[in-house]
């Protein structure tokens, strides 16, 4: 059996202490790998770049020679030995969900940022031991080991790294569902109210227990950080890691975001790390996992997160539509939406979506975003469809029937839309037209279609009212302040300032003449009209430039979803069905 045994003799130095035993070795070499990026996050990080102080000896304590055969590997000459011991440092000051960190206040640990594997052996079981500092205390999924307190075992390497461990003092809540065991697991300290967050998060499992009718795990842990300001998620099959500031929890509008986090996450126990498409998992943790479907994966488990909380009772169904509704503006307000699908944004995370840039909503779409809105529009033209009777749950069901764990996973091509077929019928290829304009394609999604089948409409304006028939003029620049200095953030390319040649970064000085920031740009625009001349003087670099534009009329920024005058029985029904 390969052990792990990670100590954390002095906390303070960030640096976790490894030592791994690798027996049964009959090779005259030894090759050990970490992984470049974590499963849920779908970027490489070169986690190897934090590994220091690596050493090998043999069951005799000799050492043995060893060198680095790429960035994250290394080789080991062990002779004749059956057992090598190897020792290294992990720098861990990245106070992140998919990352590692370590101080005098707790140790948090993903395993595939501290964890070594041996390449063809990564489906063995392991036993990990956790060494921590007197009276801190050791939280994580894994099963117990026979080691004692500290002493854990995993499956498989997989197992492993999709179980990420606290250590420290921390606060531990229980409660049971169909006498499951859950536990949160909070490190810090806020405004929760304790009763309150573990009746809350019972409620959501609760609901998504329903959905699925039971809950797939043995044991679940809600590994909940308290930090300043920061935020995340990351999914695992037996727990989650969830990060929020530690004011989340009031007033009411604030704690939403915990509550849709929490469902968000625990949504994907099912969709993802059970139901999952095929390209993800096994894994190779050396380099990317391209996958068409992280729509599926992201933008369906966005679409119920909130869903499933008006379900719960914890969030009302005007609210819900709100939210949809800045979900739409959202979009809209992106042209990257004409010029990448749904699918290439899945294809693309690893160098797009993770790693954005000023130019990205011109260029690129959400999967999160985009997603959850193109699950609104099917499960209202599934809804529509069967007059009432299924619904995108019934495909959800079907998907996580035909595809399990120990299976191959859902087919790159065609493996959803045939899902949504069995569920909903092939309806004379309404649903594989529907794929390929909205998922394959960047048609424009049509919304107030898709929300009339529940008896709703979109209502368009402006945020600042305005006399009837008038729209507000618009240059289309995104500003951002530092320092004293106000810059432009961003220029969206449907904008005039973007046909004019403002760039991102340019200072913005004067408008005709006359200093300016944001909130003075904003007041004096309000003053003028679409097809009105102004001058605006930056600074590029450090030259003082001068640039004309022509002012547009700016798009509509302002949206309310509301039930039609006189609702059909079928509007009214789908309605009812869906927000309840
Ligand atoms: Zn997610």
Redesign the pocket.
């Known amino acids: 059996m390969i052990t792990y045994t990670i100590s954390m003799p002095e906390p303070h130095t960030h640096l976790y202490h490894v030592t791994v035993v690798i027996d049964a070795l009959s090779a005259p070499t030894l090759d050990l790998v970490l992984p470049a990026w974590t499963p ?1 996050s779908y970027m490489i990080r070169e986690y190897a770049r934090h590994i220091q102080e690596f050493s090998a000896h043999g069951p005799d304590g000799a050492a043995l020679p060893w060198r680095k055969t790429a960035k994250d590997s290394w080789q080991v000459d062990i002779g004749r030995a059956a057992q090598v011991t190897v020792r290294y440092k992990v720098y861990a000051n990245e106070l992140t969900v998919r990352t590692s960190h370590l101080d005098s206040r707790h140790g948090y640990f993903n395993p595939a940022n501290v964890c070594v594997y041996v390449p063809g052996r990564t489906g063995e079981p392991l036993a990990v031991t956790v060494d921590v500092p007197a009276g801190w205390r050791v939280s994580t999924a894994l099963e117990p080991g026979t080691g004692g307190s500290g002493s854990f075992i995993a499956q498989d390497y997989d197992e492993l790294v999709d179980s990420p461990f606290e250590c420290g003092t921390q606060r531990v809540l229980t409660f049971t569902v169909d006498e499951v065991p859950h536990e949160i697991v909070i490190w810090g300290r806020g405004n929760e109210d304790e009763s309150q967050l573990v009746a809350d998060t019972r409620r959501i499992v609760e609901v998504q227990r329903a959905m699925f009718n039971g809950l797939p795990y043995p044991h679940y842990s809600f590994i909940l950080h308290l930090t300043d300001g920061r935020g995340g ?1 990351l ?1 695992h099959r037996n727990s989650v890691t969830n990060m929020v500031d530690r004011w989340t929890f009031r007033p009411e509008r604030s704690y939403e975001r915990y509550l849709s986090l929490t469902s ?2 625990l ?2 126990v099912w969709n ?1 790390k059970r139901l999952r498409p095929a390209p993800l998992g096994p894994f190779d943790y050396r380099s990317e996992n391209y996958t068409r479907q992280l729509w599926l ?2 933008g369906v ?2 679409y119920y997160d909130e869903l499933l909380l008006v379900r719960a009772g914890l969030m009302q169904p005007e609210r819900y539509l709100e939210k949809q509704a800045d979900k739409i503006l959202s979009l809209q307000a992106q042209p990257g939406r004409h010029v990448q699908s749904l699918a290439q944004s899945s294809f693309d995370a690893w160098v797009k979506f993770y790693r954005p840039d000023e130019n990205s909503a011109n260029t690129s779409i959400s999967y ?1 975003l985009k997603g959850s809105l193109v699950c609104l529009l099917l499960d209202m033209e599934i809804r529509r469809g069967t007059n009432g009777s299924r619904s995108l749950d019934d495909v959800l069901r079907e998907l996580y029937a035909s595809y399990p764990i120990s299976g191959p996973g859902i087919p790159e091509d065609g493996g959803a839309l045939a899902a949504v077929e069995a569920v909903a019928g092939t309806q004379g290829g309404r649903f594989r037209d529907f794929f390929a304009r909205y998922i394959v394609g960047t048609t424009e999604l049509d919304y107030a279609s898709a929300l009339a089948a529940a008896g709703l409409e979109l209502r368009w304006g402006y945020r600042q009212p305005r006399a009837i028939g008038s729209a507000p003029a618009w240059l289309g620049l995104q500003l951002k302040r530092q320092g004293e200095r106000t810059l432009v953030a961003a220029v969206r390319a449907d904008s005039p300032a973007y046909a004019a040649g403002v760039y991102a970064d340019d200072e913005l000085l004067a408008l005709d003449g006359w200093r300016m920031d944001e909130e003075r740009l904003n007041a004096r625009l309000a003053e003028r009209a679409p097809g009105d001349r102004v001058r605006l003087s930056l600074f590029r670099s450090d030259a003082l430039i001068e640039v004309p534009v022509t002012l547009g009329t700016s798009p509509y920024d302002s949206l309310s979803i509301a039930p039609v005058a006189a609702p059909d029985d079928l509007q009214r029904q789908i309605f009812r069905d869906w927000l309840g």
Request: zero cysteines.
């Open positions: 849920g998620g999914e968000h996450e949504f994907h993802v994966v992201e488990t966005s999160y």
